[in-house]
Each structure stands twice: as structure tokens, then as C-alpha cells.
């Protein structure tokens, strides 16, 4: 077998714990005390009050982890915030404590505190199931996508929340939660819909002046503490700034005064920006480790009570200079702490190179808008802790000495093979080209993308520690190379590549008249290929990213460059990360023409024949080069030679074979990397435990009633 | 008190019960026997495996309401069919039974069938929960918003569907199922996926010829029989039209020899059309009863086995005149069967006029494509059997001899006093104007929405009989004309009108310059108002169907129309209500001109300028006349009247005050309806069973794992 072997040298570790010392100082909440600085903050995770004991399970693996105080997801307080269908956490009677109780047990059980997000969410909450008039501070639209609106609270109703709130309170506290939160943010809860005048033009006494509109805030940061102040602290999570200039709330104006306001009220100020798209910003728009500081640093200096600050904070030095510096008391952290659960551990045993970054992908995100269990790009353990029983930093040894062998070195292989190496069976992974990443390598070269190149980076800097992988690069394997290797088992995770003829969502068919014209893919345009020529068209029948991507990078070059669309905005499936509004702002501005509802039909000499998924209406689009974004095959020649028939003697010795990542279905590299560490954990494994975990799931109770 | 009192004459019925004997035929659906000729067919209801206790109860209301027949919605057969975060129902193994038991034992208990309908997706399931790469006859994109393939299934894949389907039968036989369903329609389920060229591009024995293509279909027929045929009838439900003409299916070729060929496999046919948005047209674009007859009619003449139709059958008439014409043996019925639970007892019992007739809206769908459970316009009771413990036929009787007053005879009003009169209550409706009906009566003037006004119809109708019911019209009621009445208890059932300033969604503010244009609603429009002068804007920030419903008319009459929205497409509501692309299509073949992702910022003589959400980018659009279709403002003046200090002493005798529908909180018909159904059921009740029906829901088991 032809083949280089060319290991990465380890980068060297200095050790700098000692330095880290502050972060794992124990600092008092109220009558509580966290045994360290590092915070998980509130974060939804899809799970909620429909997935108890897989949410317990995944809490319960952050506190092993280290971090010291685990929070929930926001939590309604009552069924006029009822935010079905999507699963978020209950606390609207009794009924909801053992299913709350378990995620606390578990997290005491690792040593950390539990936390608690109470929320009414207003006019954010459309009651779908408990067909409650929604509340908001006056007569309003909701913000969710459904023609019925809020109704003005009066008085009784504002007594009647302020009850809700404080008996919530009360039960939190009955199921064992350390940490009670008042929150104001995200755009998202009534507490802040008082606060910002362009929601609030109440003329009563909750309403007019910055005292009046927090007022209610007030009002619940104190019945809540006169109410559990006793044994639980209470938090106040709130958003100072809006981002919107002066058409929302400002840090340096009202954000400021309003934590002037109540700067002792709380127990801890657990602080950030607002809305959701801007507290989650991804990599792709701009997100940088300690991005929110800038906002939210003058809080520590108002208040004499704790500080939980967030900004996707990963690096130890970083975050032991935010506390040295005063800016801030916890270092807080929702998607670090998804994409690494032991990431406190790793700082404290000295093992920072082991951590495995947040890509900022929003992956997480995207499962909490899609109402399913939460999973991420880096970590493919989360969402998995209690039905497949994975852990980040455990798996199950393995069970004999066979020798593996790993075709391709893309996010599933790489995957795979690192769970195979840490399980401890002698690996080999061959990549036929020169570079180990694949896809998320070549992803990570478009606009916007860089960051994703960590998804190979963690996982070579892994492998390279082990003795039992041997990773070949310029290996482009024969079925014949294969068989000849002393491998028994062979994971394919040789990817797919973008379809060069149009079939995809909309055309079952290849589109016609494509040899008229120059036609490039992804594939084309991560491997440098420039357009040149132009007009260019776009055409993303994928509404994944990648059609917004390449519109993208070439419209920050290029001057006729057009998005053509089967879907109705550009790049749909980033309204679940978040960022679809500004992935189609970022297109307008660089003068991207965008058409949506429309597929390309037809090619032809200098055009290409649009048809209207709404009218049928055909229209020509001049363009020269045409890049299609609309569908993926496969890599399987290899797998398919070594499974046909004049190999079946050749190969008797091989008795594992297995497609993995895009190589078996393309996805996203979410999937690919759960793909790859499925197999990987499955390999060897007990077929009737296996199957289980597949059918594993939480069922509603059904007492006689 | 100066009113008018004009009672409607009730329609004279004719009784025609002999002739409708044939509906009440039994009829033998292989091994088991039908009672009658009433066959709901399965349905989605947004409850599924979530709420099986839900669930269970409003399937046995349909029982008791006569149908012979009652089904679940589609039945996952295995997690690689997993449609979450949609509640359908599960049957992945054992742990299933119990849920779909209840449902059995509770449709058994009233002299019913039951039914389950079988499905695997291919692919269509996203696999959200499972993670399983889906299933498809060949490699291809999903037909769901995700960026996600399904690989093609190889021969041992198709073994192991054609198991897991058995396996499933098995298990259906087991919870108590008398007919099982293999299922192939609705653009859904992998059946369908393999019969259909553009989807089944194999070359294999499973591809090719319609005989290849329809092998798995006849595999799954066949071994179902095999496995649980003794006891359990099996079903087909099959799409013999996609209404794309040479582009899919057509019964007049393939669909007409799939019958052929699979004539006496099945013990029942039950057939209908594809997409789901054909078989479930709404009334605004067309819907009629039997409008699927002249696609399904050729089915009965090709095989001797009974046939089930469906084309939202209401009319005992025609439904006869099927029968008697050998076009169907069941009446099949999803929405009108929802509409009204217990069409079947009120045809037997010769009250055909009392029939709750479905409007065609689609609300009911809705429920299912948010994932909520169902509800419906026309009965109230929809969705709260388990939950309220309603029923659509009886009502708790009055508790007291109060005399009750409902102020307004829209939907809101009409339902309240309706279940008042049932209750017993002595009841007055004062109606400002002339006409009874409100909004509902309104909106039915507006462009395909005339059969909204049975919202209205069948409540007078229902009123009249009532001698304890009074409705009086020409009513406009003062505060003092209100005291002065023997009411003791009101229902303000005033309902909204839309905004002039257009405070919304986008402009939480009015609108500036609108001083310099005309300014005309929603209600303006339905009042009559024509816009007259050229060019005509609507700008739709509502993003229900209104703004669309509009457009849509002044399209069919003028020239120079605008839509302008702030959403992605215009009307996005439409899309739960499967309308969006007939909406869109519409506009567009009608010349209406569509500008989306905007709003109007400002007005000015004959322009307004609008604002890109995207870009901020500003634009002059030419407009004399602007239509604000942005937000509501609830009637309550005279509510806040009698509310005052002033009147305290003035209405002691009322002790019942209470704001019902649109003057409550804008929002749906189905919602008015429901706040009308919902006051009327709570007056006078127990606070404490109110107070735990607001509360009550299922909830995950948590056992000890």
C-alpha cells in the first residue's frame, strides 16, 4: 500500500494553571455559594417539559463537567405563557416539580447549583394550547407568525402575574433549585415588553417614566426574595442593550440606568444583549470571543452584587483577565458549554488544547427553533446523554484487538476514527488527498466560515496525541489497497459530492440545456474556482446555507451576481440558526439581485430560463455561469466495488463495512460528525442495546382519569 | 329599552329519513362489519402520541356521534419514519399499545370500529428525533425545510420496511385494531414515493414498469393480510390523482391501473387526492361537496371490494344518491366529521337542519401544521373532550334562573348565547345592526370566503328554536340601556375594528403622513367602500389571511393593486392552512404586484415610502388609496362605561361582566367562537374545576431508569 504518513506535531502545552487559579475561586449568590466561576446560563435546548429525563441527563453531565452553576431553559410560570408547540420548561402547578426535581438531583449529585429560568413571555406567547388571550403591557400584535393579539393587562391582571410569579417561585424553590431568575430579554418576556417604551405606553403607574416602567421588575425581583430569599438567590437575567440604536433600549442610556435602578435588588446580575439573534451571533456574522463585553462591562462597576457575563468565552487567559479586570464575576456560557461540557475541567486539569470549541454554528439553536432534542456540531455527545447513555469525555473500551480502517478524513471520519483510537482499537485512516478536514476544511474557506475549520482542528490535535491512530494522507485507496491492509473493519466516510445536473427538491429530473452554459458547484467554488465570467446565477434548491454562502463571497467580489431560489428567502433553513435576516441584509447591500419562489428550468446560450413556483411564469436571467446548489451524491464507488461479488473471497476477512457521514446520506456536519461517532461507539457493541437506544423515548404518563 | 325583536322563521324540515335508510346499511369490511356507512378517515390532530388521552376522547365523541368508522391520523411504523416535532401517532414497538389502546377501548365502547392508519414517510420524515438518515426509493432531497437527503434503499432496506410494517400490523392487532391501513398518499408516505416515476427511478424489480413500481405496495398488502388478516380488515388508502397533471399521477391513466392491478387485494379502498393541500381544499379556493368524486368514482366499478369517498360530504341527499349510484360505499369524512361529530346521529334522527357545517377553512389543519392540538371554527367543543370534558351535544344545565344579556351577535356573541340557551339560561342578544352575524357575516362578503357566513347560519338557525333566546336587532345599547335590562349577568361580545394608523407587528408606532392619502380598512372594505381611485396599496402587517383576501378581490376588479407585507410571502398564515400558494398564485396571475420583506414607514401625497427589513432600504411606491391591514383595537367603550365609578351603583344587580371573541383579544374566528363557547360553559360553574381545566395536560411518565 502507497502511502505517507505525515503526524501533526502536538502543540506544546505550558503550563499555566496556577494563573486559572481565580476562576476556580468559590464565590457567594445570596445565601448560596457556586464553587467556581464558571456559569452555565440559561439556554434552551428543545428538550424541556416534554423530555425530562434526557434534559436531567444533559444538565447533569455539564455539572460533571465543572461548571458550577447549571441553569434551564426559560420556564413558564403559568399557561398564559404557553409557548407550545415548543417544549421549554413548566412550572405551571405541582404537577411539574418531579419532573423539575430530577434535573436538580442531578446536578447536586455532581456538585454544582441548579438554576431556575422563571418566565411570563406576554406577547411572545401565543398560547396555542392553553387558548389564553395572550398579556402584554397594551393592546398589541404578537411577535410570533399568528393573526391573534395580546390584550392590555390591567391592574388585577398585573397582581394576578405578580402571584403567578411568586408561587412559581415558591414551587422552584419545593423542587430544590438554588438559583430563582427574573428575566427581562431576549425580546422575548413581559418583564422586559414593561421596560422599553415602544411596548409599554401604559399612562398608569406602569408606565411613563423609567421608574414606572420597571416598576414591575422591581415589584418581582422583591416578592420573589421576600418570598425564597431565605434558601434560594435570586437572579436577574437582563438585556441592556437592543442593538437597535436609538429605536431600542441602549447600554449607555436606559441599560445603564435601569441597572442603577436596581443594582442591589438581585442577588446576581446575569447580563447580555437582546434579541436572541444578537446574544446567539454566529461565527458567520461576526462572533468573536467576548463580543458582549462592550456592553455589558459597566454593570460590575454599578453593582456590589455578582456579575455573570457571556460571550462564547473558550480561551482561560481571556476569562481570568475579565475577572482580574473586575468586568465581570462568572464567566457565563450557553453554547462553550453545549459544544464542551468539561470545559471547566479541562482549564483546571491543565488541558486547555483539549477543548473543544464552539464553531459558532448554531446548530443548538436551530434544535430549540425546530422544537427537537438539541444537538451540536462539535459536540456529538449532547442531546444524547440519556438515550444513548454517550458521554463527552467517557466511551466504552473495546472488545477486541481488531485493526479499523478509516476511508476519508472529513467530519465523519475524523469522527470515528478519534472514538475508535479513544476506545483503543489500532485505527487507520487514509485521505486521499493531501489535507485532513475534508468538507469542513473546505466549508471553512468560503465568506464567513472560517471558524468551522475547528471541527477538524480539535480532532486532529486529539488524534495526533494517540499512538493507536495512524492517519495517511495522499491516500487514495483501491478496493484492492483495502483488502490488503490488515483491517477487519472499514468505515467509508468518503463523503459526497454537489450534483452537476440540477436534480434536487425541485427538479426530480436533470434540468435541460445545461450543456449551453458553464456550470460550477460548491465543490467548484471551495476548490478556488472564480467565476470570471459573468452574470453569474446562483441557484439554491437547498435552502441549506450554502446557496446564501457562495452569494455571498461572490458578491463581495463580483458586480451581476443573482440568487435564484425554490424558496421564499433566501437560505430558509438559517431562520433556525438565526441568521437568515442577516444573510439576506449582507445579499442586498452587496447588491446581490435575489429572486425567491423560483427555479431555474432551463439553460441556454448567455440565460438561463427561470419558472415561478407560485404563477408558472417563465422568464429568461442572463448568466454565463451557472452555479447549482441543489443536491449531493454520495461517494460510493468504493464501497460498492468492495461489496460486489468478485470480492466477496478478497474480502472475507473484512467483516464490518459501513457507510458513514454524507458517504451514507448527506447532511449537515452536525450529522456527519454523529454519523461518524455513532459508529464509532456502536462498533462491536451489543446489537439488543444498540436497538434499543434507537427506540429509546419519553411517553406520556396515562394514570386513570 | 327601545329595541326590535325579528326572530327568523325556522326552516321548515321535510322528513326524509326513509330515504336516507341506505346510509345506515351495514356494511362488511372483510372480517369485521361496519354498522352504518359513516367512515372517518384518518385525520391529523396535532395530538398523536403527546397527547393520547386527548386523543382518545375526542375519537370517541365521533363514535358516539354515529360514525362507523373512526381512524387515528398516520401511525409511525419506526423511528426511521420519525415526523417529529409533529405529533402524530407512534406504533415503534410494545411501549405504544397502552396509548392507542385507549383510543381503541374508548371508540369500541360506543358500537364503533377502529382504524389505524399505517405509515412509513420515506421521505418526508426529517428523521428529527432519530437521527436516522431517511429512507427513499432513490438518493434525493426531502420535502421538508432541512438540509438533509434520504439515501436509497437497497434490497435488504426493503426487507426490513416490509418487517417493521408487519411487525407494526402485528402490534395494531394486538392494541385492538379492527382495520389496518398500508397508505399511499398525501405526497407522504414511501408507498407513494416507489409508485410514482419522478420519485422511483430504480432500476431494480421495485422500479421501472408500474408493476415494479407497485411491488411494494402489493408486498406490504399482501404480508399485512397474511399477518393479522384473520381478525383485522385491511385497509388501502390511495392517491389516484396529484392534480399535476402529465407531470404525476392521474386517474385517468396510472391511477385508474394501480386499482387494476391491486383490485382485490385490499378489503377496502380509500380513496382521495394528492397533495395534502388538494384532498383538504379549502372553500376559498374552491372546495365544494364531492368535489373528489369525478377523480375516485371509476374505484368501485374495478373492484368488488367496498370503497371509501371523500369531498367534505355534508348533504344526506347526495350522499345517498352516491351510495345508490354504486360511486362509494362509505361516506368519508374528515372535516365535516370534526365540523360536526355527530353528522351521522342527526341524519338518522331526522335533524339534518341541527348538521354543523364545515366551512372549508382549514383551521383544523392548521392545528395539525403548528402541532397544536385541533380545534375548529364551527364546533368549539373540537379538541376539548378530554381537557374540559366538553361535548358538541351536551351542555351542563343552568344553575340558576339569572336572566343573561350578550351585547353583539357576531361569532363570539351567537356562541355564547347559543350555549346559554342551551344551558337553559334565559337569554337576550341585542345586535347594534340589522344584521346578525358580525365579523363572520362580514368577511363572508369578501372574495371566496361566502361559506364563512354558516358560522353565522347554523347558530341563528339553532337560536330560533330556542323560546328562552331573544335577538334583538337595531340594538345599539347604552351603559344605561343595559342597567336598565333584568340582566344580571353581561357578555360583551362587541368585537374590534381594524387600526386607521397603522400601529402593528412592524410599526409599533402610527405611521407617519397618513393625514396626506387615503386611509381605508379591512372594515371600510367589507362595509362596501371601493377604492375608486388609482393606484391602490394594501399593506398587510396583520400577516393573516386578510391582507391576501383583499388583494385577491380588488385584483379581480383593478388594475393598479400593491401588496405590500412584511412577511416572506404574502398571507403566511396560509401556509398552516395549506392556502399559501394558491394565495400567491392568485395575486400574481391576477396582476396584483407583490413586495415582500417591507413595510410602509410613511405616507405622502400619492406615495408612500416603504422600508426593506432586510436592507432598511427605502423606496416611493405610487398609491392614491392605502389599505391598513395592521392590527385590531377591541370594542370596549361601553365595557369601560359600565365599569366606571359613576355605574357602580347603577349595576349592583349585575354580577356577571365579562368581555368575550375580538372585544376580548383580537384574533381567529375559531377564537371568537371558542372565548363565546368557553364563557357560556364557565357561567356560573364550579371556579375550582375552571381553575384545573386550564391546568390540566399530559405529561411524561417518569419511571425509574
Request: with cysteine; glycine share 8%.
Amino acid at each position: 500500500m502507497n502511502v505517507n504518513n505525515h503526524p501533526l506535531k502536538a502543540t506544546q502545552l505550558s503550563s499555566q494553571a496556577d494563573a486559572y487559579d481565580i476562576l476556580f475561586e468559590p464565590v457567594e449568590i445570596g445565601p448560596v455559594t457556586a464553587r467556581n466561576r464558571f456559569y452555565q446560563v440559561p439556554h434552551a435546548c428543545g428538550m424541556g417539559h416534554l423530555k425530562p429525563r434526557a434534559h436531567a441527563a444533559m444538565r447533569a453531565v455539564k455539572a460533571q463537567g465543572g461548571w458550577a452553576v447549571v441553569s434551564t431553559e426559560e420556564t413558564e410560570i403559568h399557561p398564559s405563557s404557553d409557548l407550545s408547540p415548543f417544549a421549554e420548561q413548566r412550572i405551571w402547578d405541582d404537577h411539574d416539580i418531579p419532573a423539575l426535581r430530577l434535573m436538580v438531583d442531578a446536578v447536586h449529585a455532581q456538585g454544582a447549583l441548579a438554576a431556575i429560568e422563571l418566565v411570563h413571555n406576554g406577547y411572545h406567547a401565543t398560547n396555542h394550547y392553553s387558548r389564553i388571550p395572550p398579556l402584554a403591557p397594551g393592546e398589541m400584535s404578537l411577535n410570533t407568525n399568528y393573526p391573534r393579539q395580546a390584550r392590555a393587562m390591567d391592574k388585577q391582571d398585573i397582581i394576578g402575574l405578580r402571584r403567578w410569579h411568586m408561587q412559581a417561585a415558591k414551587r422552584a424553590k419545593k423542587a430544590g433549585f438554588d438559583i430563582v431568575y427574573v428575566y427581562a430579554g431576549h425580546g422575548m418576556t413581559l418583564a422586559q415588553q414593561f421596560l422599553i417604551p415602544r411596548f409599554n405606553q401604559r399612562i398608569d403607574e406602569y408606565g411613563g417614566s423609567l421608574q414606572n416602567r420597571s416598576r414591575l421588575t422591581r415589584e418581582l425581583l422583591e416578592e420573589t426574595k421576600d418570598a425564597i430569599g431565605d434558601k434560594c438567590a435570586i437572579a436577574f437575567r437582563f438585556a441592556v442593550d437592543e442593538l437597535m440604536g436609538e429605536d431600542g433600549m441602549q447600554a449607555v442610556e436606559e441599560g445603564h440606568e435601569i441597572v442603577s435602578l436596581l443594582a442591589e435588588l438581585p442577588d446576581l446580575w446575569d447580563v447580555n444583549v437582546s434579541g436572541w439573534e444578537n446574544d446567539s451571533l454566529t461565527t458567520r456574522f461576526g462572533l468573536e470571543e467576548g463580543y458582549q463585553v462592550s456592553y455589558t462591562k459597566h454593570v460590575k462597576s454599578i453593582t456590589s452584587k455578582p456579575v455573570v457575563s457571556v460571550g462564547c468565552f473558550s480561551s482561560p487567559d481571556k476569562m481570568a483577565a475579565l475577572v482580574k479586570g473586575k468586568v465581570t464575576d462568572f464567566i457565563g456560557a450557553a453554547r462553550p458549554s453545549i459544544a464542551d461540557p468539561y470545559l471547566p475541567e479541562k482549564i483546571r486539569d491543565d488541558r486547555v488544547d483539549e477543548i473543544r470549541e464552539c464553531i459558532g454554528c448554531n446548530i443548538c439553536v436551530s434544535s430549540e427553533t425546530l422544537g427537537i432534542p438539541i444537538r451540536c456540531t462539535q459536540n456529538p455527545t449532547m442531546g444524547e446523554e440519556w438515550r444513548r447513555k454517550w458521554h463527552p469525555e467517557i466511551i466504552r473500551p473495546r472488545v477486541s484487538d481488531r485493526s479499523t480502517l478509516v476511508v476519508g478524513a472529513g467530519p465523519a471520519g475524523l469522527e470515528c476514527a478519534l472514538q475508535l483510537g479513544r476506545r483503543g482499537y489500532h485505527v487507520m485512516v487514509a485521505e486521499a488527498s493531501d489535507e485532513i478536514g475534508g468538507r469542513a476544511l473546505h466549508e471553512s474557506r468560503l465568506h464567513g466560515l472560517s471558524a468551522w475549520r475547528r471541527v477538524c482542528d480539535n480532532r486532529l490535535y486529539e488524534l495526533n496525541q494517540k499512538a493507536n491512530v495512524d492517519i495517511f494522507r495522499l491516500s487514495q485507496l483501491t478496493a484492492n489497497d483495502i483488502v490488503d491492509t490488515d483491517a477487519s473493519a472499514v468505515f467509508f466516510a468518503t463523503g459526497a459530492k454537489w450534483r452537476r445536473d440540477g436534480v434536487g427538491r425541485s427538479n426530480r429530473r436533470e434540468i435541460p440545456g445545461l450543456e449551453n452554459i458553464i456550470v460550477h458547484t460548491p465543490d467548484d467554488i471551495m476548490n478556488g474556482v472564480n467565476p470570471g465570467n459573468l452574470p453569474v446565477v446562483i441557484f439554491d434548491d437547498e435552502q441549506g446555507y450554502m446557496g446564501g454562502v457562495i452569494a455571498e463571497q461572490f458578491g463581495a467580489t463580483f458586480s451581476d451576481v443573482t440568487i435564484i431560489t425554490s424558496a421564499s428567502v433566501v437560505s430558509p433553513f438559517t431562520i433556525q440558526t438565526l441568521e437568515q435576516e442577516r444573510v439576506q441584509s449582507s445579499l442586498i447591500k452587496k447588491g446581490v439581485k435575489i429572486r425567491t419562489g423560483e427555479i431555474v428550468a432551463r439553460a441556454q446560450d448567455d440565460a438561463v430560463e427561470t419558472r415561478c413556483l407560485f404563477s408558472g411564469r417563465r422568464q429568461l436571467v442572463a448568466c454565463k455561469i451557472l452555479v447549482l446548489v441543489t443536491q449531493r451524491t454520495s461517494n460510493n464507488d468504493l464501497l460498492s466495488t468492495i461489496k460486489e461479488a468478485d470480492f466477496s473471497s478478497l474480502r472475507q476477512h473484512i467483516t464490518h463495512i459501513e457507510a458513514i457521514g454524507d458517504a451514507l446520506a448527506p447532511g449537515l456536519i452536525a450529522d456527519a460528525v454523529f454519523s461518524g461517532h455513532l459508529a464509532a461507539q456502536n462498533f462491536e457493541g451489543d446489537t439488543r442495546e444498540i436497538e434499543q437506544a434507537l427506540f429509546r423515548r419519553e411517553i406520556p404518563a396515562i394514570p386513570a382519569d
